[in-house]
């Protein structure tokens, strides 16, 4: 079974600050993704990448990052957080190829800041 | 670029009766649209996926179709149950990317 791990399932930070979150899968997959799940908006990607070193932006990347240095790992990071920033964060992965390679998801961070 | 719509955005519905969830997109190049199940605290997790080539696909009591001409599918769940209430989300992914829709809520009364 897909396994797509969070570290933190619940962080409080205060505005300004620089956070960190990491998302770890264990299947192989190429493809991994950085969504935030607001109410009523549904799930927004935030940034993806196919590959080590790769990365590119989605529909709201602004105020973020990503870095991606070990085909397993990929870390968000706010580089300074803000309020309007407090949401719940989502990763997931997906294989490269295939037109059946649906995503998996990891248990999801919920952060607030303060 | 893509934008997936769904509807309703709640849906309350008696035990054992059917409930019909509505997704409809905007790029013909979408070709694989995946149906995902999130329950009160949990993550979202796959229940149905269909791909461009095909109209119809049934798993026990959850089907989805797909009509590419209208760039429009939906799930239909039949003998609803109280474990089925969750928020339920299309999706339609175009090349390595997925595009989701807002989301229903789905409640069955006991």
């Known amino acids: 079974d897909v396994k797509v791990t969070q570290s933190s399932r619940y962080l409080v930070k205060r505005t300004g600050e620089k956070v960190f979150l990491e998302c770890v899968q264990d299947m192989d997959h190429e493809n991994m993704f950085w969504y935030r799940q607001d109410p009523g908006l549904g799930l927004r990607l935030i940034y993806f990448?196919?590959?080590?070193?790769?990365?590119e932006k989605g529909d709201i990347p602004e105020g973020y990052s990503v870095s991606r240095e070990k085909k397993e790992r990929f870390s968000l990071i706010l580089e300074s957080a803000s309020t309007n920033q407090t949401s719940m964060y989502l990763c997931?992965?997906?294989?490269?190829?295939?037109?059946?390679?649906?995503?998996?998801f990891g248990n999801g961070t919920r952060l607030t800041v303060t | 670029g893509e934008n997936v719509e769904q509807h309703p955005s709640t849906l309350s519905v008696q035990e054992g009766d059917s409930a019909v969830i509505k997704c409809t997109y905007s790029?013909?190049?979408?070709?694989?649209f995946p149906w995902y199940k999130q329950e009160l605290g949990k993550r979202p997790q796959l229940i149905i996926d269909i791909r461009s080539n095909v109209g119809e696909k049934k798993d026990q009591r959850i089907a989805v179709t797909l009509n590419k001409t209208a760039k429009h599918f939906s799930l239909h769940i039949t003998e609803t149950q109280p474990e089925d209430s969750a928020v339920y989300f299309c999706?339609?992914?175009?090349?390595?990317?997925?595009?989701f829709g807002p989301g229903t809520r789905l409640s069955v009364l006991p």
């Open positions: 790029d013909s190049a979408s070709n694989y």
């Open positions: 997931a992965s997906s294989f490269l190829t295939g037109a059946n390679s649906p995503l998996h």
């Open positions: 999706a339609a992914k175009r090349r390595q990317n997925f595009v």
């Open positions: 990448s196919y590959d080590v070193k790769m990365k």
